[in-house]
């Protein structure tokens, strides 16, 4: 089945620009979408279809995806962004959603 | 604004079968899909199934042979039943309003715990 690989953890000081990655085989091909999920809380689509965003999202978050690797970006890092963030795609050759790792973001 | 509320049992025993309902409040009900997601403790988020408002599933192939989901149109409900329970399926479990594929799930529930302990 297809697998999805996020980086357990990344840290970045407040202010600056984080980036998350989500590597799967040829996953350029495929549409992508991203979850903040703080704890104890459900998750929340944060970017969808590669790099929409959702009303409500900041445009602080973004997304692209190409090749092996889809990457979800957050400019100017809030304390507030501090959570962990899943990728999802739906596999259509097996028939069924999947989801990254995920990766938990630190603001230092 | 559309709102999941989800609800069920949250203590089971080893070979029991879990039953969560979930109901959608407000927006459409026929214009989308409705999942169940769950995520065992301290660990990422598991794709558990899927329905159509028409009833028509899919489901995690490793959890197929024991997963059950089912709509109620007349009520804007789906529910998910999961049989033959052991301690590796204690986990939050999550409904979710989901776009179809190759979509996402852009509405979630408030998560329910579920517990298999004897």
């Known amino acids: 089945s297809y697998v999805l690989t996020q980086p357990p953890s990344v840290s970045v000081a407040p202010g600056k620009t984080a980036r998350i990655t989500c590597a799967g085989n040829?996953?350029?091909?495929?549409?992508v979408h991203w979850y903040q999920q703080k704890p104890g809380q459900a998750p929340v689509l944060v970017i969808y279809y590669d790099g929409d965003r959702p009303s409500g999202i900041p445009e602080r978050f973004s997304g692209s995806n190409s090749g092996n690797t889809a990457t979800l970006t957050i400019s100017r890092v809030e304390a507030g962004d501090e959570a962990d963030y899943y990728c999802q795609v739906c596999d259509t050759s097996s028939d069924h959603v999947v989801f990254g790792g995920g990766t938990k973001l630190t603001v230092l | 604004q559309v709102q999941l509320q989800q609800w069920g049992a949250g203590l089971l025993k080893p070979s029991e079968t879990l039953s969560l309902t979930c109901a959608v409040y407000g927006g459409s009900f026929s214009n989308y899909y409705w999942s169940w997601i769950r995520q065992p403790p301290g660990k990422g988020l598991q794709w558990v199934a899927e329905i159509s408002h028409s009833g028509t599933t899919r489901y995690n192939p490793s959890l197929k042979s024991r997963v059950t989901i089912s709509v109620d149109t007349s009520k804007n409900q789906f529910s998910l039943k999961l049989s033959s329970l052991t301690a590796a399926d204690t986990a939050v479990y999550y409904c979710?309003?989901?776009?179809?594929?190759?979509?996402?799930?852009?509405?979630w529930g408030q998560g329910t715990m579920v517990t298999v302990s004897s």
């Open positions: 040829n996953i350029g091909i495929k549409s």
């Open positions: 979710a309003r989901f776009q179809g594929y190759p979509g996402a799930f852009d509405i």
